[in-house]
């Protein structure tokens, strides 16, 4: 275990669904206050088989902070996402935290920020975006979030509020139908049309291997700097 990183009970004190199979957690350690972190860091709850399971903090860090916000999908056909619920709605859990190099630096950059994110990869750049706007960070910020149908934005409310702050905020959908007003296709899609506003960005990631890879290739092609790009994917599905 990295010295860092600590291990300690937190109790469950919320469990709200978000959308047809993400739950919005709220967990409080019973220390107090939660372990230092950054924004963008993740955390990892032990199952009762020891195997652990890591998620993103979705909450922006605090001093003295007392709870933190995790997005987690109900995946039916998981072995170990049924222990994960059993032991949630049990209501305690052991945690290691924090880990991942795929975080803000302090100072911010003055660059412009572009947050990309599929599914429940939002959870990450809900704390990046949250902690800019409590730094009152004067750069420009961009979010693209990307799903397959509008039902699958299990937050849809809380990035249009954040939007009224300055953020520029972009739903991308890949399975658009003639309901759907707003972008469809690829996330990488909706960034290349974008290119002349976020080409000098500092760009941080969250999705699968597969699409932050596909994403990565398309806009390095496009000219955006390879190592102006973050992601905990470059880490845990490195490539060979």
């Not at 945690?95 to 599929?118: H, K, Q, Y």
């Not at 429940?120 to 979010?143: A, D, P, R, W």
């Not at 990307?146 to 849809?156: C, I, K, S, V």
Request: a negative charge; hydrophobic letters at 40%.
């Amino acid at each position: 275990m990295d010295n860092n990183v600590s291990e300690q009970a937190f109790d469950v004190a919320d469990i709200h669904p978000a959308g047809s199979d993400i739950y919005r957690i709220i967990l409080k350690p019973r220390s107090g206050f939660v372990p230092t972190y950054q924004a963008g860091q993740y955390l990892e709850i032990v199952l009762p088989n020891k195997q652990p399971c890591a998620f993103s903090i979705a909450s922006a860090p605090l001093n003295q902070q007392e709870a933190l916000e995790l997005h987690i999908q109900k995946l039916p056909d998981s072995s170990n996402s049924a222990l994960l619920f059993d032991l949630l709605h049990n209501g305690c859990v052991d945690v290691r935290m924090p880990s991942g190099n795929c975080f803000l630096p302090e100072p911010l950059p003055e660059t412009p920020l572009v947050f990309v994110a599929a599914g429940t990869g939002f959870s990450q750049m809900k704390s990046m975006v949250e902690h800019c706007l409590n730094l009152k960070y004067s750069g420009e910020i961009y979010l693209y979030w990307g799903a397959r149908t509008p039902a699958d934005f299990y937050l849809p409310y809380l990035p249009v509020e954040w939007s009224a702050r300055g953020i520029h905020y972009h739903p991308v959908i890949s399975d658009a139908d003639e309901d759907w007003c707003g972008r469809h296709g690829l996330l990488y899609d909706a960034i290349l049309a974008d290119k002349d506003q976020l080409l000098t960005g500092h760009i941080y990631l969250s999705g699968s291997p597969r699409m932050v890879y596909t994403t990565v290739d398309a806009i390095e092609k496009a000219g955006f700097n390879r190592q102006s790009m973050y992601s905990d994917v470059f880490d845990y599905a490195p490539r060979p």
